[in-house]
């Protein structure tokens, strides 16, 4: 009998990176590098068991090595040359990256042309497949595009109000991303709610904070846009903002673009708004200790969520359900409650009882007479990242 093929999956960026090994439809570990406290921890998952303990910054940067170190430790691989494929997740604009593509010679051009338009969080990409193909060669590489899933978004969303040449010849369409999250979440929809929700809006947040309108499966509008920065207030990305105001910035501070880029991506938010911290568990120490910049970087962060919500509730004409992932969509039943407050009139009922006692599992949290069904649904991007890269092998 022909045994199932090996695919490492990786997920990596500056501040996250994570890592995951399938046999077929199996995870057989999943590994996740963060920084925490001021330094660096891993968590790994191998057999429904989870081991935390703290890295350092050497391991942290060279955290390819630890993970294929760790994986043969783990007797998940005997040596490296069992991984039949890999798949990486893609956060790229440009017409080129709205499909899954083998990584080549042409490929990795097309990353170098993208890392002008997003420098942030390419260049630790591109570091990640030269980094996989030196550990790995002759393995299969595959970009796994984050904005595939927005490929068919209606003309509507997509453009932007500029000349339709300069569009068209610069590729300045808003692209979205959070797709392979979100697509993982369409597929345990009907399951967790129980019925077939036409409508639906799901709330991605985590470090980046996203919200896509779906209609029968189908995205027709999302929060993001050319870039992760558009949209909603994040951890550290400004989300909108009056592109005057930007220009104003830059004049009077005398940032270079790519210092005001670094900016908006990683000082803005709700660290740059609380002057305090990104993490909202952090955030709501702070509030409840009389902490006013906090409270108002909790209180933007729901009054513009609140905002898109409504706004494509209109985009749908209604709304059947509404799903909330991602870690702090997933774990935080405080921040679910205060996005929720003041939404009854539209015909959102949440359980509280339900909503406090539910961490990090699939479940409806709203009430039985809601109008809008409420579930917290957790997202498999790596899960998804797994699935896409078996269907190129």
Known sequence: MEMEKKYLIVNTGSASKKYALYEGAKQLIFIHLEGEDGGYVVTKYVDDKEEKKNLTKEQFDKSLDYVLEDMVGSHCIAKYSEVSA?????VAPGLYFLDNCLIDKVCMSKLEEAKEKAPLHLTPMIQAVKNLQEKLPGVPLYSISDSAFYKELPALARNY??????TAKFEIFRFGYHGLSVKSITGKIQKVLGFNAGKVIVCHLGGGVSVVALKDGKPVDMSMGFTPLEGLLMATRVGDIDPGAVLYLQEKSGMTTAELRKFLNSECGLLGVSEASSDVRDLLKLESE????AKLALDLFTYRLRKYIGSYI???NGVDALIFSGTIGERSFIMRGRILAGLENLGFALDKEVNNNTVAVDKVISREESIVKI???KTDEMGQLAR???RFV
Request: net charge negative; aromatic share 0%.
């Open 388 to 390: 896409e890269t078996e």
């Open 375 to 377: 579930a917290v649904i």
């Open 290 to 293: 009389g902490n006013i910049q």
């Open 314 to 316: 209109a985009v749908l």
């Open 161 to 166: 109000g500029l000349p339709t040449g300069l």
């Open 86 to 90: 890999i798949g990486i997740r893609i």
